[in-house]
């Protein structure tokens, strides 16, 4: 399945906003949420990979799990508002790069440093519109968010990928029912 940035080249859409967020553990696995157009036409996507490693033998390969829904042009624009991808993409990646690796934390009413994060997923968000591809990731976003804001309002650039991220990826969790 590659990266968001390869399937969004090797894939003619107008427009296309897609998140993945794979767990160090599951290091094998890649589950794509997508809201694409195509031809005039939007889907809500969800490409799931393989958790194991595919065969050598073309036959014997394991393929990924495409479910999609066809969207009416107002389906897409509701859903649009809900994961508000220009929230998501408002900052470059050159600004989630500045942020520091650690930050000041509250716990029982002590002050110190927290960071350390390890185990946890990193956010990878794609959007192509125009013929332009913008990408970002970010590794540990909620945990930055949940363990550094308010003492460290730096992190608050965060707040819209997390919830572009989330946003898409509760959608796409739909398709499996």
């Known amino acids: 399945m590659g990266t968001p940035e390869l399937f969004l080249a090797k894939n003619e859409f107008e427009y ?3 998140a993945y967020s794979p767990s160090q ?13 195509q031809q005039g036409t939007w889907y809500l996507f969800k490409i799931a990979g393989p958790y194991t490693r595919s065969s050598p033998v073309p036959e014997l390969q394991v ?3 495409i479910m ?4 009416s042009e107002s389906e897409a624009d509701s859903l649009l508002k809900m994961i508000r991808p220009d929230e998501g993409m408002k900052y470059n990646q050159e600004q989630l790069n500045a942020l520091p690796e650690t930050c000041v934390v509250e716990y029982r009413g002590r002050k110190g440093i927290g960071g350390a ?7 990878h968000l794609a959007e192509r519109s125009d013929g332009h591809l913008t990408s970002l990731y970010f590794y540990a976003v909620r945990n930055y968010l949940e363990r550094c804001l308010p003492l460290n309002p ?4 965060l707040k819209g990928m997390a919830n572009t991220v989330q946003t898409l990826d509760s959608l796409a969790s739909s398709l499996n029912n």
């Open 117 to 123: 994060i390890s185990d946890a997923a990193t956010y």
């Open 154 to 157: 730096e992190f608050g650039i």
């Open 68 to 71: 999609q829904k066809k969207l």
């Open 16 to 18: 296309a906003i897609v």
């Open 25 to 37: 553990r599951l290091t094998g696995a890649k589950t794509f949420n997508c809201l694409v157009k």
């Open 63 to 65: 393929r990924p799990v």
